[in-house]
């Protein structure tokens, strides 16, 4: 997180309390201690959809991770971005780099090669593919749009920025891309709730973990128990359940244990 507004929780329960034709609640944080009107307002409108209130208030993250997981926040409702384009940015120093899985990390190899060697065998084919097909491909983009390449596309009657436009193609969605994230606070909100599913794929819901995490710190009062779907809606709202959460059968509430060991 590199931005937000330190009092945007003052000014949402102040918002809410516009809202509702209550006197201005809040100068200060003080007001938005548990129990405090303005904890109350706030919580209240969170709650109960009231999510324009929620939106006065915005936090602002930078991220590098895949093209295939930056894809998921072009989902986002309302959202502003600002990317690392490779249209004017260079390939060639270093900075392109990509995104290897965790199973195919070596610690996780070692570890299955004391197991079973012909499984780790087989992971570590999978690696090299992996890895050759992101070091191919960075190469052939950087060679094709190599700035002493420029006089050549000149003669030809085609303009080096054209070439750089269209060969990025040939990168792979593993590739690792760098942008900005502004959003508001309640479509932080609503787009964390969507990917702490332990359904949602592992990395997508690895990234909304941390981001979560960090809204916490920043706004206790509106982030302090946003949590995965089924915490939050009284149960699960999918199908498709994961089958690794409990559930209270009495109020479907989720219990705070998993049928088995996973890290979230």
Known sequence: MVGWYDGAEVLVANAGALCYDTVQVAHDDETLIPNKIGQRISLHCRDSHHNTVIEHGSATFVKKVP??????????????????????????????????????????????MDKDPERAGFLLGMRQEWIDDHERAIYRYSKYTDEELNDFWDSLDLNPERIRETMRARLPVGINTVYMDTRNLWSWIHHAEKRLCLRAQDEIRRIRRQETHQLKKVFPTIFGDVNMPCYMASGCPEKKKCGLIELDESGKWALPFYKKSIST
């Open 67 to 112: 093209i295939f997981v930056a894809r998921q926040d072009l989902r986002a409702r309302l959202a502003s971005f600002d990317e690392r384009s490779l249209r004017y940015c260079r390939a060639a120093d270093g900075g392109l780099t990509y995104y290897v899985p965790n199973y195919l990390e070596m610690s996780y190899i070692s570890r299955v």
